[in-house]
């Protein structure tokens, strides 16, 4: 769930139809979107494409790759066939690769008229355009709502500003379905639900994973809503209208008033996710995109930076001690998933990673890399400029924590016994040994056992024997 | 995650808008001035959709000076940029366009006012190229006392830094676009500017449109690690700019791309900035000569008794 399993490449692979995809790829925010998602090989292939005449034999594309680059390039090539950028085909007797046409279209009408100005023929007065701060609180506020009700299973739900006056999403239902959460079995309760294994994941996720998993969610239930034929748009214009929130640096307001009704039932819901900030001014109310929503369309390198500018408090010793400024609830639980709590000051938390606190988080299905991945994401300017960030001591011993619950593998094997001759215990012996597939021994009781996949060659063996001494 | 490191750079193109340079491309079959505009708008755009960490700014040059024409508003101080980002509305190419067309038109009032003297001169590229490193210099200046800043207000963390000069940078490319020869008078001014830009790691592209090879911009693209590039078909600009100079560094690795196959090393001498093949060498300070001088010209090194190096 953490690197890049999740987000919009893998929301394209695997969430949507082909049908969908088609109606995407004519979509403009969404093409640039995805580009900017894709890892930077495929993005200047798709660039040296986009000017040709849509097809390029597959010979010339395979000349591009420089002497150490041909596994990257042949890697790239094989992605954008999978999200169907690239199609190989043949045409007048050579193989060559031929671009989506309306993903090349759409490309080309960003590259030529400067697609990252948006509906800005409205300009907010003075008095409706935010501080910066104010929205980043904003966006922080509603966020760690959201996963705080993760994290606690009751309590608040974010809440949709009131002034919208559209039907609020259900949080709850939200993150069941995503199965981040569970309903408690032992409680029975009807409001109550716990976290799963996966929302332990997802807690440890970096933010651009944690808002897709969100996002692709409630993708899935407008989608829904669609098939039911109770409203809800086209499921490639909710994504379009999504990637749009964040694409538009600086002139990227948006005038509710203006909005279509299902793109208006969209922006109220994303308000409540904390990707747009409701501002009254001029008898109108202004949708203000935040730093979500642009982490949201950044291709999750764009997000990794911000995450790691602004929001850097853990320091980690080579002790194992674990120092964290932060004065968020949600940051405290999620440190508690694998950290044990030794003191917890106002604006300090101090921890002890410890096997008992590491096991307890692998066996939640956490694994080491992504403990030591969050250290690492999180890390306090001072702590990140330092090189191992993590300590190595601590990132290995976790590491050496993950293995120590594996060192047992279980592998089926067969157990020969009741041999009917010290002859015939003897061939299989050699014989078993000959396949290098002798697994025991035992010429006391005359045992033997080899793994459960030689078990045809042994039987075979044994037959010829038997028949051949007459048993 | 190493796929997916941050390949976003800050990229400053010069475009050369000398009269010499407009009147070479207004001969060039296919390409003019218009043309070379759109096709690097064009670019510029693609540019920008690659990465939305991607910063550019853009310089023009002529024989009257170097001027910025256009700067992403992350390239602006905060307080410009929050007044830039309430004012604008319109697409960044229709900025460039925009400045570039003030130059453009700035270096032609020039023109007429100087009555015509500057008809057939090149660009004072030095200069350019030492204002965009400057340029260059003060962003990044402001961001190190950003970095400390926000550490010191941050105030929850212990005190002290000198992390902020640990964070990594944001990879810095130059992108020449000339057309005009070079001017040897320079010779010392813009080797100096290229071992600046190799110091501070700035990569130097260049775009030769103009007749025969320049050899400072080869000599630029070799030392600091960027590409020369000469065009077979100067007309289809657009597909060298978008499949060799929007590669970021990182990326060039993995691709094969046009190498700088013959770099022109000749010196200018320091006495009559001539273009020399082999010339005298001061001893003590390397400065360059094209006749044996009794005394060096710079450190005043006395060569008498025939000590000048050849």
């Known amino acids: 769930m953490a690197d890049g399993s999740s987000g919009l490449v893998a929301f394209i692979t695997s969430g949507i139809t082909p049908l969908q995809l088609e109606r995407l790829f004519v979509q403009p925010y969404a093409v640039v979107a995805i580009l900017r998602s894709l890892p930077p090989l495929a993005r200047h292939i798709l660039l040296r494409f986009s000017c040709t005449g849509g097809t390029v034999s597959t010979a010339t594309v395979s000349t591009w790759g420089g002497s150490d680059g041909q596994g990257k390039l042949a890697a790239a090539l094989e992605e954008l066939e999978a999200l169907r950028l690239l199609m190989q085909a043949a045409c007048k007797g050579q193989a060559v690769y031929t671009i989506h046409a309306s993903f090349q279209a759409q490309l080309r009408h960003a590259m030529c008229s400067g697609l990252l100005v948006g509906h800005a023929a409205t300009l907010p007065p003075r008095a409706a355009v935010p501080d910066a701060a104010i929205l980043a609180a904003y966006a922080r506020q509603q966020w760690e709502a959201l996963l705080l009700y993760l994290v606690g299973g009751e309590g608040t739900t974010p809440v949709a500003p009131p002034e ?257 001759s010290q002859e015939l215990y003897i061939g299989a012996v050699e014989h078993a040994r000959q396949l290098g597939a002798l697994l025991f021994r035992c010429d006391k009781r005359m045992q033997l056992a080899v793994p459960a996949a030689l078990h045809g060659a042994m039987r075979t063996h044994l037959q010829e024997r038997k028949r051949a001494l007459g048993l | 995650m190493a796929e997916f490191a941050d390949d976003s750079s800050l990229l400053a193109i010069l475009l050369d808008v000398s009269p010499s340079a407009v009147v070479h491309l207004a001969s060039t079959p296919g390409l003019s001035l218009q043309t070379l505009l759109e096709q690097l708008l064009i670019f510029v755009n693609a540019f920008s959709l690659l990465n939305d960490g991607n910063r550019l700014a853009v310089f023009t040059a002529g024989p009257s000076g170097c001027q910025l024409a256009y700067c992403s508003s992350s390239c602006l101080p905060p307080a410009a940029a929050a007044e830039a980002a ?59 006392a950003a970095a400390a800043g926000a550490e010191l207000s941050g105030g929850a963390g212990p005190s002290g830094g000198a992390s902020a000069a640990v964070r990594k940078q944001q990879p810095m490319r130059l992108l020449c676009l000339t057309a005009a020869p070079d001017v040897p008078s320079q010779y010392i001014a813009v080797m100096n500017s290229i071992f600046s830009a190799q110091r501070s790691g700035v990569l130097i592209d260049a775009c030769q449109l103009g007749v025969g090879d320049s050899s400072f911009l080869q000599q630029a693209a070799h030392l600091t690690g960027g590409i020369y590039l000469k065009p077979d078909k100067p007309q289809a600009l657009l597909q060298y700019l978008n499949s060799v100079f929007s590669l970021d560094a990182s ?28 010339g005298f060498v001061c001893s003590a300070c390397l400065s360059i000569f094209c006749e044996q001088l009794p005394a060096c010209l710079t450190c005043g090194t006395d060569f008498q008794g025939g000590q000048g190096k050849k």
């Open chain 1, 164 to 420: 919208l006056q559209a039907a609020s999403i259900d949080i709850r239902g939200l993150l069941v379905a995503a199965g981040l959460m569970a309903k408690d079995e032992r409680t029975q309760r009807q409001m109550s639900a716990g976290i799963t294994q996966r929302g332990f994941q997802f807690l440890l996720a970096d933010l651009y994973s944690q808002l897709w998993g969100v996002v692709r969610q409630y993708l899935s239930g407008l989608e829904a809503q669609a098939s039911d034929g109770a409203g809800g748009g086209d499921l490639a214009v909710a994504i379009n209208f999504l990637l749009c929130l964040g694409l538009q640096e600086g002139c990227n307001v948006m005038c509710h008033g203006q909005l279509g009704n299902a793109e208006k039932a969209i922006a109220a819901h994303m308000c409540q996710l904390g990707l747009l900030l409701p501002v009254a001014g001029g008898g109108e109310l202004w949708l203000h995109p935040t730093r979500l929503a642009a982490v949201l369309a950044g291709g999750g390198r764009g997000g990794e930076a911000v995450a790691a500018q602004e929001d850097g408090y853990v320091i980690v010793e080579s002790n194992f001690r674990v120092y964290a400024y932060t004065t968020s609830a949600v940051q405290v639980a999620v440190l508690r998933v694998f950290v044990r709590c030794d003191v917890l000051l106002p604006n300090l938390f101090v921890g002890t990673i410890t096997r008992d606190s590491a096991t307890s988080a692998l066996g939640l299905g956490i694994t080491s890399e992504q403990m030591v991945a969050f250290l690492r994401q999180h890390a306090h300017p001072r702590a990140a400029a330092r090189v191992p960030t993590v300590p190595s001591v601590v990132a290995d011993q976790i590491r050496l924590w993950q293995q120590e619950l594996t060192r047992l593998q279980m592998h089926s094997a067969m157990l020969y016994d009741k041999f009917e």
């Open chain 2, 86 to 144: 309430a004012e604008r509305g319109t697409a960044p190419s229709a900025e460039v366009l925009k400045g570039l067309w003030q130059a453009i038109a700035g270096t032609a009032a020039a023109e007429k006012a100087g009555g015509g003297t500057f008809a057939g001169t090149s660009c004072q590229f030095s200069s350019a190229l030492s204002r965009m490193l400057c340029f260059i210099n003060s962003l990044q200046c402001r961001a190190a």
């Open chain 2, 251 to 278: 990326t060039r690795q993995y691709l094969r791309l046009p190498g700088n196959t013959r770099v022109d090393f000749r010196a200018s001498c320091f006495c009559h900035k001539r273009q020399i093949d082999l």
